[in-house]
Every structure is written in C-alpha cells, then in structure tokens.
C-alpha cells in the first residue's frame, strides 16, 4: 500500500491486465441499438477473460431467460450459447450489448459480459483527487498513490503539484471542494476546521483537561505552564 505524508510519499503499483479480443457469432441478428450506463473512455480494451461462469444452455434455449428459441425469432451466438438479442446484457448496467458494436468484455472473477466501457469502470482505479481514471503505464500498468488512512487512491502527481494537503488529516484537497486557507500557507478541509483548535486560548479548556486526567492516574504535573499552540 502506499504511504501519504505531506508531500513525500511511496506510491503503490497495480496491474490492469489487457483482455482478450471476443467477437459475436450471429446468424440471423438485425441491428439493434445498445446503451451504456457512462460515456465512452478515453480508451478501451477488448475483455479480461474468455471463461464464462454462464452457465451453458442447451442450443434451442436462450441462455438468459431459458427460454425455448423458435425458428422465426433472431439470436446471437456467444459464451458457447445462444441468447435473445435482449437478453444478451451487460453484466455492471444491465443493458443489452449491440452487437454492431462486435466486441465485449468478459468478467474476470465472474465470467458475466460486459460492455468494454462499463467494465473498465468497473474495474479501473479512480482517482479520488481529480476523479479520473488513474492512466495506465506501457503494458497496461497503473501506479498511484493511497493514503494509508484514508484508503484514498490517486493520480502519483497530484503529490508532485501543486494540490493542497489538509494539514490535520492530512488528505489531498478533491476538485471541486472548497478548503480554508490558513494564514500560514497550509491548508484546512471543511471536516477538519470544526474539530481542530486555532489558538492558545481556545486550548486551554483541553489542556486543563489533559493535567486533571494526568493528576486521576497519580502522575500530577509539578507545574502547568500555559501551552503554545505551534
């Protein structure tokens, strides 16, 4: 995992695995019109893996509803089946695959279908900072960076810019949220100025808290001078 501290971090390297190139067989399929739940990438790749989890039907049984296929209805042809035209959908939105579009995905770990787009957004990393798909390295690689706290991934140079870097909890400032400014140069998200202290005398009711709790345990301090709030 990678570590986040002010500006000096380790990053974490991850691999996003190219898939396979899988097409339609189709008979006797019009065109038809599919729809994916995001816009498309920036890029895509053909699917992961070419062993489904599906279970096969026999060839006069769609393989989606099981139901029976009759001479005058059209079908496609894929995972060692036959389906409906709109039973044929994809695993992450559930729309029906067009197939004009000829290539689809493959689900890894489950062997559903997916449209190319919808399974990168499935299984790409985004960026927590920016929200944008962490981009891939040659050979299909991914670094990023996480918070070791936060579980937070994001893009290594968000790190190396010039994002602010909350000084209590010590997350990246996300596009779009709006963060106070100290006047020191350092920086405050909104969850943080609730709960942290900005002065000597607004610290002084949690020190004299901290010395009583010290005095409970038998260990008094032998003086209580004020503290400085760096």
């Known amino acids: 995992s990678g570590t986040h501290n002010n500006n000096n971090n380790n990053g974490t390297n991850n691999a996003y695995n190219p898939p396979l190139s899988t097409k339609f067989n189709h008979p006797s399929f019009p065109p038809r019109s599919g729809s994916s739940a995001f816009p498309p990438s920036t890029s895509t790749k053909s699917p992961t893996s070419t062993t489904s989890s599906v279970p096969p039907a026999p060839s006069n049984v769609c393989a989606g509803c099981r139901l029976k296929l009759t001479p005058n209805v059209s079908y496609i042809v894929a995972l060692n089946s036959n389906w409906h035209a709109e039973c044929f959908c994809c695993g992450f939105c559930g729309e029906p695959i067009a197939v004009e579009s000829s290539t689809f995905a493959i689900g890894k770990e489950d062997g559903k279908p997916y449209h190319v ?6 299984t790409h990393p985004t960026c927590d900072v920016c ?3 962490i981009p891939e390295k040659a050979g299909g690689r991914i670094e990023f960076k996480e918070n070791p706290f936060w579980k937070e991934k ?3 140079f968000h790190d190396e810019g010039n994002t602010p870097c909350c ?3 010590q997350r990246l400032q996300k596009h779009g949220h709006e963060w ?4 020191d140069g350092r920086y405050l998200c909104l969850e943080c100025l609730d709960t942290t202290i900005h002065s000597t005398e607004e610290a002084q ?3 004299k ?7 409970s345990l038998g260990m008094p301090l032998p003086a209580s001078p004020p503290p400085p709030l760096i």
Not at 209 to 215: D, G, N, P, S
């Open 154 to 156: 994001y893009c290594p």
């Open 131 to 133: 929200g944008q798909f």
């Open 205 to 207: 009711p949690l020190y």
């Open 209 to 215: 808290e901290l010395l009583a709790f010290y005095a």
């Open 180 to 183: 106070v400014p100290l006047n």
């Open 167 to 169: 000084c209590a909890c």
């Open 117 to 122: 787009d919808c399974y990168k957004h499935k």
